[in-house]
């Protein structure tokens, strides 16, 4: 459940996320079905007609969030060829296996107890979100999934 407290630090940040230089490649929408969730729309730098609509939700702002690629015509959740090749991907699981995922933590529980993969709340967590990514994409996309 959302605090108050979370609500206005996600305000703050969706709109500092939407002046990073980087916005003006992305269509940022917020989720009417999550006080805490985005959805947005991007591509790699080496494929621009490859649009990408990811949604990005938290349930609480300061853990891991869950992130699920969407089909752009039909609007479905679970449907692999919507996922990037990207590293962590697993489009046939339909999750990003990443530390700061919220599936991958599922999938991994050891990482919670290890320094090294533990999550560590950004001071921005959607900032930080949107730009880990784009970085994903730019640097490390390999096709759609």
Known sequence: MATEF?????EQHFR?????????????????????????????????????????????YSMPFSVKFINVVSGS????????NIEGSRPPNLFLCAPFTSEGNGYHPEWARSAATRYKTP??????????????????YQGRG
């Open 6 to 10: 979370d609500l206005m630090l996600f």
């Open 123 to 140: 001071d921005e967590p959607l900032v930080f979100a949107l730009l880990q990514l784009q970085h994903l994409l730019d640097n490390t």
């Open 77 to 84: 959740d679970n449907d692999p060829h919507a996922w990037p």
């Open 16 to 60: 500092a996320a939407l002046e990073l230089p980087v916005a003006k490649r992305w269509s940022l929408e917020r989720d009417e079905a999550s006080p805490l969730g985005v959805f947005c729309t991007m591509h790699p730098r080496v494929a621009q007609s490859e649009q990408y609509k990811v949604r990005l939700r938290w349930t609480d």
